[in-house]
């Protein structure tokens, strides 16, 4: 089955670039989406289909997605960037949702 | 607004049984797949379950399959999870989560607690 691997932690100075990856098998071939989450608080969407952004969400947040790869970069990092974030495929072979462990991320 | 509300957590002894409930308001509930997702104190997240629009696809991951049904009233624009033999590794907050296009989840409940012991 689809395992998606991620650090289980980075730490970044603020105005610094932030890339958070998710390695999986051929992940390249499928549709990536990745999550924040803030102490207390549900998970937000902040990347869909590998690079898109929904609405309210920064610029500063995009993905991309090639081979055994995916990434989420944050590219100046604010304190408020604090949180755990989470990659989330469709395991289409099982019929099957995987998470990735997911990355908390500190700004220094 | 797009909104997602759960309810029905709770303190349950083990071998038990819980229904949570997700009611949607703001959206089309017809149309939109949802899931169940949950998060162990601590941990990081856990897909439980998946149910398209009109109730033809469900899909559970292995660790709740057998115990935990997922089911839905579009008349009602509510989700359910029934939940029997309950474990203490059940544990967790229950959110739902309304799927899009190829799969991104766009909104989210705010959680609601399960406690096994």
Known sequence: SLVLTQPPSMSVA???AAAITCGGNNIGHKHVHWYQ???GQAPVLVVYD???RP??????????????TATLTISTVEAGDEADYYCHVWDSSRDHVVFGGGTRLTVL | EVELVESGGGLVTPGGSLRLSCGASGFMFRSYAMNWVRQAPGKGLEWVSYISGDSSFIYYSDSVRG???ISRDNAKNSLFLQMNSLRSEDTAVYYCARAFGNGGWDSWGQGALVTVS
């Open chain 1, 55 to 68: 609405s309210g969400i920064p610029e500063r947040f995009s993905g991309s997605n090639s081979g055994h």
């Open chain 1, 14 to 16: 603020p105005g610094q």
């Open chain 1, 37 to 39: 989450q803030k102490p």
């Open chain 1, 50 to 52: 590998d690079r898109d």
């Open chain 2, 67 to 69: 115990r935990l049904t």
